[in-house]
């Protein structure tokens, strides 16, 4: 049954220790914790209720979502708690929708991905960098949310979960690890930009992360990485020149070429 009753809401430093008595094995700290984000799972299936499920069968699999992100929120980054949980209840919440066959992707919603792919395209040609979302808004003239919902759609909801990285205690460090609340709209504008540092290797991602999502020093990377500060600014260099070279494709020139002619 759904949890209507009244719970108290936990402060962020309290959460971190329940977090931490939880995953050292403590039953009651993790039921608290569970306990305590009820709202925070009941807000996110509301969102859900034109779908048509059962949000009563919504709740409980969003609760799910809310246990894994307590078993495996990382306490060693400055990142609130809500940050990972949210997709990670949102991305359990849709999986059930699609395996359950009622998540259906509407026409419109396919039209305009497609849409999106050509004006992102015509858009590199002319101004040689990916456009922002608001830009991609303006173009098609549709709204924000539109370009987003679109893009969104035709994605894997998990993918803000997967690892990046694994440090040298094997811990596994996922792009919402690395991401502040007050940062995620703005480094989210950019999706394909994003797109492109998913396919840099792991470490590469995690110094991007930590250079220009967290503004981390290059001597603050160099110690969590155990390297040099020398070795960081090097791969810095490599990697914004490879993404570079990435968002303007080696093949665009001849491409263009047979077009013309």
């Not at 993918?159 to 502040?180: H, I, P, R, V």
């Amino acid at each position: 049954m759904m949890n209507n009753k009244p719970t108290t809401l936990l402060t962020q430093e309290k959460m971190r220790e329940l977090i931490a008595l939880s995953q050292a094995g403590d039953k009651l700290a993790r039921q608290q914790m569970i306990e305590g984000n009820t709202r925070l799972v009941w807000s996110i299936v509301q969102r859900f209720a034109s779908r048509g499920a059962d949000l009563e069968d919504l709740f409980q699999i969003g609760c799910i979502g809310l246990m894994k992100s307590v078993d495996k929120f990382d306490l060693c980054y400055e990142v609130k708690f809500s940050t990972y949980a949210v997709p990670m209840i949102i991305g359990e919440i849709q999986r059930f929708l699609r395996d359950d066959g009622m998540v259906k992707i509407s026409r419109s919603i396919r039209e305009l991905n497609f849409k999106i792919r050509h004006a992102t395209d015509d858009f590199l040609k002319v101004h040689e960098r990916q456009p922002t979302i608001l830009e991609l808004a303006s173009i098609l003239e549709v709204t924000r949310e539109e370009i987003v919902m679109a893009t969104d759609a035709l994605r894997d909801p998990a993918s803000l979960q997967e690892q990046l990285y694994e440090n040298e205690s094997g811990d596994a460090l996922t792009l919402m690890d690395q991401m502040k609340d007050e940062r995620s709209e703005k480094s989210f504008d950019h999706i394909p930009l994003r797109e492109l540092v998913e396919k840099l290797e792991k470490r590469e991602q995690m110094i991007i992360y930590l250079r220009y999502y967290l503004d981390c020093t290059q001597s603050d990377i160099a110690e969590r990485l155990g390297i040099s500060q020398v070795q960081v600014s090097r791969l810095e260099k490599k990697i914004l020149t490879q993404l570079k070279t990435w968002l303007v494709p080696a093949g665009f020139a001849s491409n263009q070429k047979a077009k013309d002619g």
